[in-house]
């Protein structure tokens, strides 16, 4: 049985169809997994565990239902969702992995990321980065009331689509070098990530970087087993059915 990479779904009340897919993948592929790994950006957006949002409750039921089943959860924080925290974890039977994990499956050792970190050349965004990832700031958000806690993530949620409209494309991509070291810091001959949106298999210096596809109009999702790394994708339109 494979484990399976996924990423970037960025599940939202807006886009019932990618829900949908994810409920038939949890379902069906999921369910015949090894192991199933979700490398950040599950969510649209997060604002905390105790966020009684009906698309909330229902992923968390279904993800249950996975880890109930036998099959081991693994879940990286994206730059959406890095306030998922212990009452998810509880919630699903998941474990919520550091932003790089080593992996070892079938023999193939790898680093898995959510890849935001390795944007480098995005000064904007890693100075962002520090603060939203500061414990105190984070203290204190989740102490506001849920609908401010909305209203802020809404915010950003504009602030951060009109400055990537004035952005060049490269430089919302990870960085060569960040590349290099961080394979180079492992020691590993694969890097596994996400969230640049740019699904590909990349011959490096160190090895191969696998990206993951976000779920738009297609779902991706990476399988490893015995015979290797296999990088697919399918309709979303046709997944739900
Ligand atoms: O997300 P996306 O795809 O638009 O672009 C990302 C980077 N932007 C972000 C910002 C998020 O979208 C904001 C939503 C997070 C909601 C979670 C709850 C918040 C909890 C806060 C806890 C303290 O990740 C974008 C990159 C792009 O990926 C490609 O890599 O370029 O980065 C930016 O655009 C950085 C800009 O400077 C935008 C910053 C917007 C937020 C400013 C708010 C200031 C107050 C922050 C205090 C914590
Ligand atoms: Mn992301």
Redesign the pocket.
């Known amino acids: 049985m494979p484990a399976l990479f996924i990423s970037d779904l960025h599940l939202s009340p807006e886009r019932p169809d990618i829900t949908r897919a994810f409920l038939v993948f949890l379902q069906h592929r999921a369910a015949q997994a090894s192991a199933l790994y979700i490398l950040g950006d599950l969510f649209e957006?997060?604002?905390g565990d105790d966020d009684p949002a009906e698309l909330s409750v229902e992923i968390q039921g279904a993800l249950r239902n996975l880890t109930d089943a036998g099959v081991p959860l693994f879940v990286q924080a994206g730059?959406?969702?890095?306030?998922l925290g212990p009452g998810f974890a509880r919630a699903t039977g998941a474990t919520i992995l550091a932003d790089q994990h080593i992996i070892t499956h079938y023999g193939h050792r790898a680093l898995i990321m959510h890849g935001?970190s390795l944007?480098t050349d995005?000064l904007?965004?890693q100075?962002?980065?520090r603060?939203?990832r500061?414990p105190l700031?984070?203290f204190?958000?989740?102490r506001l009331s849920l609908v401010r806690?909305q209203k802020?993530?809404a915010?950003?949620?504009r602030?951060?689509?009109a400055?990537?409209s004035n952005?060049a494309s490269e430089?919302?991509d990870v960085n060569g070098e960040a590349v290099a070291g961080i394979m180079e810091k492992h020691r590993v001959i694969t890097l596994i990530h996400g969230?640049?949106h740019r699904p590909n298999r990349h011959q490096v210096a160190s090895g191969e970087r696998i990206v993951l596809g976000d779920w738009h109009s297609l779902g991706w999702v990476l399988s490893l087993d015995d015979a290797g790394y296999d990088l697919q994708s399918f309709s979303i339109a046709t997944a739900e059915q």
């Open positions: 957006t997060w604002i730059n959406r969702d890095f306030l935001d944007c995005d904007a965004y100075r962002f980065r603060y939203a500061n700031l984070q204190c958000f989740k806690r802020l993530a915010d950003m949620r602030k951060s689509a400055a990537n952005k430089i919302m969230h640049t």
